[in-house]
């Protein structure tokens, strides 16, 4: 003997598919699912660099995106290359010392993106 025919002898009918959807029913229920979209640095060679391009709406974000990276170098002691095209702006970090990426610029590159979404947030909020 099964739990289901021992169930049965129970509960109702309705009961026992009111139980079942309430145990088994969230199987069916779409999750959203957040995709990773594809890495924001791009990794460079010759030397090997970090790259990423920074698409803002205005030229206000811009002046504060830029900003906000320069007082992250001063505090941090580390700088990158840094081109402005109009609304997009282009970094390039790696150790000059050794013409490689270090934990340094993987620092680097995290504060900046956090500084890109606090700008866009400000922005939009």
Do not use: C
């Not at 109702?12 to 990773?36: A, W, Y």
């Not at 811009?62 to 609304?87: C, D, P, T």
């Not at 500084?115 to 947030?121: A, G, S």
């Amino acid at each position: 003997m099964n739990i289901s025919s021992l169930m049965k002898e129970y509960l109702t009918e309705s009961t026992q598919d009111e139980i079942h959807k309430t145990l088994f029913g969230q199987l069916n229920k779409e999750v959203p699912i957040e995709i990773e979209p594809k890495p924001a640095w791009e990794t460079l060679q010759d030397p090997e660099r970090l790259k990423r391009k920074f698409q803002l709406d205005n030229s206000a974000q811009v002046a504060q995106f830029i900003l906000e990276v320069l007082q992250y170098e001063k505090e941090s002691s580390h700088n990158g290359s840094i081109l402005i095209e109009a609304n997009i702006v282009t970094v390039e970090i790696y150790t000059h010392d050794i013409d490689a990426v270090t934990e340094l610029d993987i620092e680097y590159a995290k504060e900046l993106g956090k500084i890109y979404k606090d700008v866009q947030d400000y922005e939009h909020g």
